[in-house]
């Protein structure tokens, strides 16, 4: 990518957008104020401010329809305080105003760029194939935090750049463990896809082995009764002594949470580029997950993790019980997970998403180049 002017030199006046120069709209769930997970879209927010942009952000209203509203309501209102738009794409309703929002902003002149979010798009693409072709091939640029979604989606749009989900990684302290505690943390929602049973299910199948193993659990309820269901599940499988809840955490307390344990579990069913598994390998936690979507794409099985099939139970237990058994293999994960993660610090991604979004601005202010 050719080099992009610093934010001060985009900072001039445009005939058909006034005073907009280097700043952005980024459409998204700002949720974490009002109680609801901190989105990556949060973070993007605060860095490009602290890179000289001008952020409008949207939205952080908790409804669904709400939100929808609000977010079309503040890109048409504040049109004339942003140059070039991100939104944060999802399957299912969340796509429907996302498509909306691009018709709206063509309409406005003004360009845009998506983000690529959700295990379930491609099967949702699939379904609304003419939808999804339109708002991709009308972005000035699409990307993805994965090679999952960019392949996934190739045939809508074929050339979708990679920007990984970024965490500080002075946030997430790093702990050697050169021998892992059969202490196990689980962190996500309890809900469905992420299927909390089967990690009671695999501490059920180690529970004969290893006599002290425990098994945090932290995460809110999402209120579809899998958080019932996996208390239940504890009870039947006589395991109920060795789970610990504790409910949702801010995202300031998870690299607490996290050194709580030696290995990091995670079973969901649908996933694409999941924030926690960065974090457990930014903390030097053995990481332990099922493969659904893009999580064989985070990094290389073997070196930096261990997988396991979706609903493998089994194959959890035995990844498991290679890192208490081989110190040597649990130390090299750890060391190699943080090495790995190094390249997702945010200072790097986002001066990419400086580049990006400044490129947008550039072509959009040129009349040979304009955006159509």
């Not at 695999?202 to 899998?226: C, H, N, Q, V, Y």
């Not at 130390?331 to 490129?359: F, I, K, M, Y």
């Amino acid at each position: 990518m050719a080099p992009i002017a610093p934010v001060e030199e985009l900072c001039v006046e445009t005939d058909r957008a006034p005073g907009t120069a280097a700043s952005v709209l980024i459409a998204g769930n700002f949720l974490s104020a009002s109680g609801g997970n901190r989105g990556v879209c949060e973070d993007l927010a605060e860095h490009l401010e602290g890179l000289g942009w001008r952020v409008v952000v949207t939205s952080r209203r908790m409804g669904r329809y709400e939100r929808a509203a609000d977010i079309l309501y503040t890109a048409w209102s504040r049109r004339r305080d942003y140059a070039v738009a991100q939104i944060d794409l999802f399957s299912g309703p969340a796509f429907f105003w996302a498509l909306a929002l691009g018709w709206l902003l063509r309409s406005l002149g003004k360009p845009y760029i998506l983000t690529l979010h959700g295990g379930n798009l491609p099967a949702f693409g699939r379904c609304w194939p003419r939808f999804t072709g339109w708002l991709l091939r009308r972005a000035y640029a699409v990307t993805a935090p994965s090679g999952y979604l960019a392949d996934a989606l190739q045939t809508f749009r074929p050339e979708i750049e990679i920007l990984p989900n970024a965490i500080d990684l002075a946030a997430y302290p790093f702990r050697w463990r050169k021998r892992a505690a059969p202490r196990l943390v689980w962190l996500r929602a309890f809900h469905e896809i992420y299927d909390p049973e089967l990690a009671v299910r695999t501490l059920a199948i180690l529970a004969p082995e290893f006599s002290d193993i425990r098994l945090l659990m932290a995460g809110p309820d999402k209120g579809d009764g899998s958080y019932e269901r996996t208390q239940a599940l504890a009870r039947s499988l006589g395991v109920a002594a060795r789970l610990e809840y504790a409910g949702r955490i801010p995202k300031s307390e998870v690299a607490a949470w996290i050194d709580r344990g030696d290995i990091f579990l995670n079973t969901s069913k649908i996933d694409n580029h999941p924030v926690t598994l960065l974090e457990a390998m930014a903390c030097g936690a053995c990481v332990v997950s099922t493969r659904p979507g893009g999580v064989p794409y985070l990094a290389d099985d073997g070196a930096h993790y261990l997988l396991a099939a979706v609903g493998d139970a089994e194959g959890l237990a035995d990844a498991i019980r290679k890192l208490l058994r081989r110190p040597e293999l649990a130390a090299n994960l750890s060391r190699q997970a943080r090495l790995h993660v190094e390249s997702c610090d945010w200072p790097a991604v986002a001066t990419r998403w400086h580049s990006l979004l400044a490129g947008a601005i550039e072509k959009y202010s040129n009349p040979k180049g304009i955006y159509v």
